[in-house]
């Protein structure tokens, strides 16, 4: 029973922050709302199913399920934002390992990002 409640928390803490991301650039949506998901899985039925028929996520989420593939203006509009938010993550710290570091993960993720399959627009 705590499981699945520490799993309902994280998922419900993943939407709230997937949402913000809609109008943060600095915040990335999908990944958040794929992670609520993979929680609200293992926790609660009802908000899983809640989360699988958000129209604001439904399309995304069924994507993702069936293909594994985000579509090209999902895709572009995450390599773009990520992108900038990590220039300007780089450009304002003030450490150079940090800014390494941010550099590595940002070159992970960007590829990743690149090499997800890209599904045609509906």
């Not at 709230?16 to 915040?27: E, H, K, M, S």
Request: one cysteine or more; glycine letters at 4%; a positive charge.
């Amino acid at each position: 029973m705590l499981k699945r409640g520490l799993f309902a928390a994280v998922g419900l803490l993943s939407v709230a922050l997937g949402v913000l991301g809609i109008f943060l650039p600095l915040l990335p949506t999908v990944p958040f709302i794929l992670f609520a998901l993979y929680c609200f899985a293992r926790s609660s039925q009802r908000l899983h199913n809640w989360l699988l028929n958000h129209p604001w996520f439904r399309e995304a989420i069924a994507d993702w399920q069936q293909h594994k593939g985000l579509r090209k203006s999902i895709k572009k509009r995450a390599l773009v934002l990520s992108a900038l938010s990590f220039m300007v993550s780089i450009i304002i710290v003030p450490l150079l390992w940090v800014k390494g570091l941010l550099l590595i993960m940002a070159t992970c993720l960007l590829t990743y990002l690149w090499r997800l399959p890209t599904l045609p627009e509906r």
